[in-house]
């Protein structure tokens, strides 16, 4: 008898020490991966780096020999187009001279060979240099007037200040300044949120900080982002965005950053996300009063003597323990039995005040159970959010814990619907008057 058990515990053990080794392999392969990571990457940064300074030196020294020709060709052209008019001066003055001592040693010789020199001599030399104007003397420009060709704007700070700049080109990250932290499924899209890594090698960021998401359809790594081509879907400066309308059972890829310096930081490794939910609609429902527009997110009040007030949604595609947020985009007169709520249980009721259903009414009054609760929330305004948040209370599973926010304004209640809770729930309107319009998000 013994031996069976120790043979059973051997087995036992055995059992457990193949999964433990199953789990040993996986983790050895996720640090296979993680290595492969940080070489890959360290390697196309390398590579990066070179590429990216010999194509700067290249552009540097390229751009100082062009500016070093450009001012030596224009010191040329300044100097040949001063000189030119300088050099024809200058010969007409080195001919007078010239001719002018001719006349002299002729008219020395004259003088010397007076006694000798026939009067019709004498006479042709002064007829030849009487025409001559000893008095006049060429047009010689001031020095002032002279081009004196000088260099200015050659900063000596940018002998220091370009090697400073350079010094300063580029930095090395452990991680991206910024990360996917969460991707939740959400009716028809993807709530993602994102933070900041601390990382001193992060240049300064700005503020307050901007950041970017992106998505794409399909499972894309860091490698493939590279070629792969996303869509813009947020820029601000919140840290959690959702983005909608997204096939069923698709894989999407999502990546963030921030702005940092001149610039945007490299973005986050991609991850991978899918929704499951059908995006949330409005019922369709014949002499509702209630006009439907962009794909039944959209309910307006059109008839004030519909038959039908509370207007559902077409299918309780609520989970329990998730949220869902309407937008007030127009607004008509208030009534008492306005609201925006939760129900359990679809019923042909005309108001929403009533045991299980939770809602806030249009001037902010909470009703839970058809009971009025002391805390209040804001009036209902154009471009207004309410946002209900449904979480399981653990210690009694036919309670829910709600809370519901207006605006910055939140109230938190218990409800216990009724029945029987199981796991979803419908959303609801009701509204007297006409010219409300509501989206549900």
């Given at each position: 008898?013994?031996?069976?058990?120790?043979?059973?515990?051997?087995?036992?053990?055995?059992?457990?020490a193949r999964?433990?080794?199953?789990q040993?392999?996986?983790?050895?392969?996720l640090?296979?991966?993680?290595?492969?990571?940080?070489?890959?990457?360290?390697?196309?940064?390398?590579?990066?780096v070179?590429?990216?300074?010999?194509?700067?030196?290249?552009?540097?020294?390229?751009?100082?020999?062009?500016?070093?020709?450009?001012?030596?060709?224009?010191?040329?052209?300044?100097?040949g187009?001063?000189?030119?008019?300088?050099?024809?001066?200058?010969d007409?003055?080195?001919?007078?001279?010239l001719?002018?001592?001719?006349?002299?040693?002729?008219?020395e010789?004259?003088?010397?060979?007076?006694?000798?020199?026939?009067?019709?001599?004498?006479?042709?030399?002064?007829?030849?240099?009487?025409?001559?104007?000893?008095?006049?003397?060429?047009?010689?420009?001031?020095?002032?007037?002279?081009?004196c060709?000088l260099?200015?704007?050659?900063?000596p700070?940018c002998?220091?200040?370009?090697?400073?700049?350079?010094?300063?080109?580029?930095?090395?990250?452990?991680?991206?300044?910024?990360?996917?932290?969460?991707l939740?499924?959400?009716?028809?899209?993807?709530?993602a949120?994102?933070?900041e890594?601390?990382?001193?090698?992060?240049?300064?960021?700005?503020?307050?900080a901007?950041?970017?998401?992106q998505?794409?359809?399909?499972?894309?790594?860091?490698?493939?982002?590279?070629?792969?081509?996303?869509?813009?879907?947020?820029?601000?400066?919140?840290t959690?965005c959702?983005?909608?309308?997204?096939?069923?059972n698709?894989?999407?890829?999502?990546?963030a950053?921030?702005?940092?310096?001149?610039?945007?930081?490299?973005?986050?490794?991609?991850?991978?996300?899918?929704?499951?939910?059908l995006?949330h609609?409005?019922e369709?429902a014949?002499d509702?009063?209630?006009?439907?527009?962009s794909?039944?997110?959209?309910?307006?009040r059109?008839?004030?003597?519909?038959?039908?007030?509370?207007?559902?949604?077409?299918?309780n595609?609520?989970?329990?323990?998730?949220?869902?947020?309407?937008?007030v985009?127009?607004?008509?007169k208030?009534?008492?039995?306005?609201?925006?709520?939760?129900?359990?249980?679809?019923?042909?009721?005309?108001?929403?005040?009533?045991?299980?259903?939770v809602?806030?009414?249009?001037?902010?009054?909470?009703?839970?159970?058809?009971?009025?609760?002391?805390?209040?929330?804001?009036?209902l305004?154009?471009?207004?959010?309410v946002t209900?948040?449904?979480?399981k209370?653990?210690s009694d599973?036919?309670?829910?814990?709600?809370?519901?926010?207006?605006?910055?304004?939140?109230?938190?209640?218990?409800?216990?619907?009724?029945?029987?809770?199981?796991?979803?729930?419908?959303f609801?309107?009701?509204f007297?008057?006409?010219?409300w319009e509501?989206?549900?998000?």
């Amino acid at each position: 008898m013994g031996d069976l058990k120790e043979l059973s515990s051997i087995k036992e053990t055995i059992s457990q020490a193949r999964e433990h080794v199953q789990q040993l392999e996986e983790r050895l392969q996720l640090l296979g991966m993680a290595k492969t990571q940080v070489e890959s990457s360290a390697q196309e940064a390398k590579s990066t780096v070179e590429k990216h300074f010999q194509e700067l030196k290249a552009a540097i020294c390229s751009a100082i020999d062009t500016r070093q020709v450009e001012l030596l060709d224009r010191v040329e052209e300044i100097e040949g187009e001063s000189l030119e008019p300088l050099r024809e001066c200058e010969d007409v003055v080195k001919n007078s001279i010239l001719e002018d001592l001719t006349v002299i040693a002729e008219g020395e010789k004259l003088v010397e060979s007076s006694g000798v020199v026939s009067a019709a001599e004498l006479k042709l030399f002064c007829s030849r240099n009487n025409s001559r104007s000893l008095n006049s003397l060429p047009e010689v420009p001031p020095l002032s007037e002279v081009p004196c060709i000088l260099l200015a704007g050659l900063d000596p700070a940018c002998i220091t200040e370009l090697p400073e700049e350079i010094g300063s080109e580029g930095y090395v990250l452990a991680h991206a300044p910024v990360q996917i932290e969460e991707l939740r499924e959400r009716p028809g899209g993807v709530l993602a949120s994102w933070y900041e890594v601390e990382d001193e090698d992060i240049p300064e960021k700005q503020s307050p900080a901007e950041y970017r998401l992106q998505y794409c359809c399909g499972r894309v790594d860091r490698v493939t982002m590279n070629t792969t081509k996303f869509r813009e879907a947020y820029q601000g400066h919140d840290t959690c965005c959702t983005v909608k309308n997204l096939k069923l059972n698709v894989d999407y890829s999502f990546r963030a950053c921030c702005k940092v310096g001149r610039g945007w930081s490299p973005w986050s490794i991609p991850q991978v996300a899918r929704t499951t939910l059908l995006q949330h609609e409005w019922e369709v429902a014949e002499d509702s009063g209630y006009t439907l527009t962009s794909g039944n997110t959209t309910l307006t009040r059109t008839s004030p003597n519909a038959a039908i007030s509370v207007l559902h949604s077409n299918k309780n595609s609520l989970l329990c323990g998730d949220m869902v947020t309407f937008k007030v985009n127009a607004t008509g007169k208030t009534h008492r039995g306005d609201g925006l709520g939760l129900v359990l249980v679809q019923e042909e009721d005309s108001i929403l005040q009533r045991i299980g259903a939770v809602c806030v009414g249009s001037t902010g009054v909470v009703h839970v159970n058809g009971k009025e609760m002391t805390n209040q929330l804001p009036a209902l305004a154009k471009g207004t959010t309410v946002t209900f948040d449904t979480s399981k209370v653990t210690s009694d599973p036919k309670k829910l814990r709600v809370s519901i926010t207006v605006g910055d304004r939140q109230v938190t209640c218990e409800w216990v619907p009724g029945g029987d809770l199981g796991e979803h729930l419908y959303f609801a309107a009701c509204f007297v008057h006409k010219g409300w319009e509501i989206t549900v998000e």
